[in-house]
């Protein structure tokens, strides 16, 4: 098209509740994939959208379907089921759920929409689908158990289906029940398919659920511009690279909220016990936790309540030796595991809005390119900075420059994974500690962790659900707040002395000086990141956050030891 100027929400006929909600949502204008199936979707066409989490995708389809239930509402006052939104797992459930619930803050009465993905409150689910609500959000299994058991109609009336992470609900092994729930619905209703890649599943479901559908394809990169995010990579080994971790904590060279990645579950525990040792307190997201404890952990990072979330992706295989597979031996797991649909609800780096991350740390470098891109895609969404810091073992410098290859290609050849300058040898007390307490996390340690957080997972089930529903945001944090502990806190190493702090960080009077205050459940900045130049008492002086890692005589990276 010829003309280049923008669509603006005002301009696209939207009820004024819906444009108010936006404009106090904070939403200047609409994204790229906003601006073009909004329209289309309001014209009554089936669109299938490629689209990433991050790209505003939710309320590309949300927005439309609030407004023509609001249309409807003018010219008919029979009450029905009018929107069915299929998502393959509850914590995608909840944030649609929740987009939507914003988006109709100002038509709340008019247009009421519920989430059944739980499989935990049918009774609950079940009398609420009697009350017919607006809008269905739900995970293709629950739903066709609420259709199978007559808790819900739809065959006269649904006008909409939307079937959000199209490709996953293939790889979480919905495709029979999509196909059957298909056979529960009008003849005649407005399709949408979501997805981030075009695979030929998601093409096979195309037909049997779009009509002449427009396809939109739009060109967005697949990761934030250079002047938005930045990739950063250190060499370092295992102990060091626990220790690093450790001294940009405690130096808080590291601002913001962020996720560390690492390998596998146990490794998740590994590294929040050994954090917890220096009283900085995460917490953990993994795909054998159960979802209520998922979608809380999620919750209480987005709330603030935490800083740091450790994250193991659910792609990551593992030798029982500890060694990492080769690519086919992933392959052919993958596959096994896939069959076995071991767990519908997984997938920690695809989907989930974490909101204002500002870090990602791959403390264990991902597996492929394509868990890279999900992993750095968590943080610089919108129009918000981020970074991306990786660890880089030699067994994982492979990986990296396949990382490396392919994000220049992106970027026209340039150069994208800068070096980020630590000299560990500055910081040698931080080393000495942390060995002891990264050998201090054993495997029993680990082991006991997971159970001892099973077996409170269940206790809280049982005798605190009644207060757990009437205050339920209290007792989530509390529940959450609680350290493992199976491994001894000495209260000594939550403080830096001064002698451990490099050089050019040390105060004039020698004094010892307190850790950091425990970040505080602050404003998000959109400015935020390694090295962020706050000042602090042993903080870098400089004052450009990203580059200035550079502490005087801070060079370069530790050569790992094991080079
Ligand atoms: P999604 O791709 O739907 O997961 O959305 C990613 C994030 O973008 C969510 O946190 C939304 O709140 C946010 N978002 C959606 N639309 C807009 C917009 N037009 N302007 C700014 N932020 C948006």
Redesign the pocket.
């Known amino acids: 098209m010829a003309d280049e100027k923008k669509v603006m929400f005002h301009e696209m006929e939207l009820d004024d509740r819906i444009l108010k909600t936006i404009s106090q ?1 904070g ?5 790229l994939i ?1 601006e073009t199936a909004i329209p289309l979707l309001l014209e009554g066409k089936d669109v299938l959208m490629r689209a990433r ?7 590309a389809f949300a927005i439309p379907a609030i407004q023509k239930i609001l249309n409807l509402k003018n010219t008919t006052s029979h009450q029905c089921i009018k929107a069915l939104i299929l998502s393959p797992s509850k914590e995608l459930c909840g ?1 649609i759920a929740s ?1 939507i619930n914003n988006l109709t803050l100002k038509c709340a009465r008019e247009v009421r929409c519920i989430d059944i993905s739980s499989s935990a409150d049918t009774h609950i689910q079940k009398s609420l689908l009697l009350d017919k609500p607006d809008i269905v959000v739900a995970t293709p299994s629950r739903a066709l158990a609420h259709l199978k058991a007559n808790n819900m109609r739809l065959k006269d009336d649904l006008s909409l289906l939307v079937v959000d992470e199209a490709d996953l609900v293939f790889s979480f092994g919905y495709e029979d029940e999509i196909k059957e729930l298909l056979g529960h619905l009008p003849k005649i209703y407005q399709a949408v398919l979501a997805s981030a890649t075009l695979s030929d599943d998601v093409l096979s479901l195309k037909k049997i659920v779009l009509r002449n559908p427009v396809t939109l394809k739009l060109e967005e990169p697949e990761l934030a511009p250079a002047s938005q995010l930045q990739h950063y990579h250190l060499f370092a080994e295992e102990d060091d690279k626990a220790a690093i971790l450790y001294a940009l904590l405690k130096l808080n060279l590291i601002r913001g909220k962020s996720i560390i990645f690492v390998r596998t579950v146990d490794r998740c525990y590994k590294l929040k016990l050994y954090l917890e040792q220096f009283k900085i307190s995460s917490c953990v997201l993994n795909s054998e936790l159960p979802a209520a404890v998922r979608c809380l952990s999620v919750e209480q990072f987005n709330r603030g309540r935490y800083q740091i979330i450790v994250a193991s992706d659910e792609k990551a295989l593992e030798k029982p030796d500890g060694g990492m597979l080769a690519g086919e031996e992933i392959g052919s797991k993958k596959r096994q595991k896939s069959k076995r649909r071991k767990d519908k609800e997984s997938g920690v780096s695809r989907g989930i ?1 974490f ?1 204002h991350v500002s870090n990602v740390i791959n403390f264990d470098f991902p597996l492929d390119v394509a868990s890279y891109v999900h992993r750095a895609g968590r943080t610089a ?2 129009n918000n900075q981020g970074s991306v810091l990786s660890f880089v073992s030699i067994r994982e410098k492979p990986l990296m420059h396949a990382v490396e290859e392919h994000l220049s290609r992106g970027f026209k050849g340039q150069q994208v994974l800068q070096k980020y300058e630590f000299a560990l040898e500055e910081v040698e007390g931080f080393r000495y500690r942390s060995r002891d307490a990264w050998r201090a996390v054993t495997r029993v340690a680990v082991r006991e962790a997971r159970l001892k957080e099973i077996k409170q997972e269940l206790l809280n089930c049982r005798k605190l659900q009644g207060y757990f529903e009437e205050n339920p945001t209290d007792l989530a944090a509390l529940k959450r707040d609680k350290a493992l502990h199976t491994v001894r806190v000495q209260p000594q190493l939550a403080h830096v002395p001064e002698y451990l702090l490099p050089a050019a960080l040390r105060s004039e009077q020698g004094d010892d000086v307190e850790a950091p205050p425990a970040p505080k459940k602050r404003k998000q900045s959109n400015k935020p990141k390694f090295g962020s130049a706050k000042r602090h008492k042993y903080q870098a002086r400089q004052s450009d956050p990203l580059k200035s890692f550079k502490v005087k005589n801070m060079t370069q990276p530790a050569a790992p030891s094991t080079a």
């Open positions: 949502l939403w200047a204008h609409p994204t906003q989490t991050g790209s505003g995708k939710t309320a944030q987009v809005d909101q969404r919108g």
